[in-house]
């Protein structure tokens, strides 16, 4: 499917909050239909995403508080773009930091955008393989109880029944699949 771009245009933006990683404002645009309207929106400088898939044919998931939800998840590695960086080295960078591992292969899945009604975060997807153990160094405001190395048709199953729930691993790991290069950790 190819989907044309058609922009609105910024007619103004009253900033609400600046800080370390988003930048919050109501933004007064002209839609593509010609209305005018306000509308809350939240930039953010995006992030990568990252499968961890070893030779063995297991994903790497790390169980990670997260305040928004109000407990702990399991995720793949993930991490903000810092400023000027590429998605492949933010890829590389946060699978070290998180998981504790580095890759001889990134692949890349494609972008999504989570929540593109009030946010123009844009994560990138990646399937790392050639792993090789590193020291794990998170971040301060990082909490990560554990990394679990599961395999993938368990994977898959805690997908179908709705235990792994956070999106952007959830859209990494099916996109993984869909493109073959999950079967055995081979692909």
Not at 30 to 50: C, F, K, N, Q, Y
Not at 75 to 89: H, I, K, M, N
Not at 137 to 162: F, G, M, N, S, Y
């Amino acid at each position: 499917m190819v989907c044309r771009m058609v922009r609105a245009v910024v007619l103004s933006r009253r900033p609400v909050h600046k800080g370390r990683v988003l930048d919050i404002g109501v933004e007064r645009v002209r839609l593509p239909s010609g209305v005018e309207t306000d509308l809350e929106m939240i930039r953010h400088p995006g992030a990568a995403a990252i499968v961890p898939l070893t030779a063995g044919g297991e994903i790497l998931l790390v169980h990670q508080y997260r305040h928004a939800a109000d407990g702990m998840l399991w995720e793949v590695p993930a991490g903000t773009l810092s400023p000027g960086e590429e998605p492949l080295a933010c890829a590389h960078r946060e699978l070290e930091e998180e998981a504790g591992m580095r890759a001889a292969d990134m692949i890349e899945l494609g972008p999504i955008f989570p929540a593109p009604g009030y946010t123009n975060e844009r994560i990138h997807l990646f399937l790392a393989r050639g792993l090789t153990p590193a020291a794990q160094h998170l971040d301060t405001d990082e909490v990560i109880t554990e990394v679990r190395a599961v395999p993938v048709a368990e994977v898959l199953r805690q997908i179908a029944a709705a235990e792994l729930i956070d999106a952007k691993s959830v859209v990494a790991i099916c996109r993984a699949q869909a493109r073959g290069l999950l079967a055995g950790g081979a692909g």
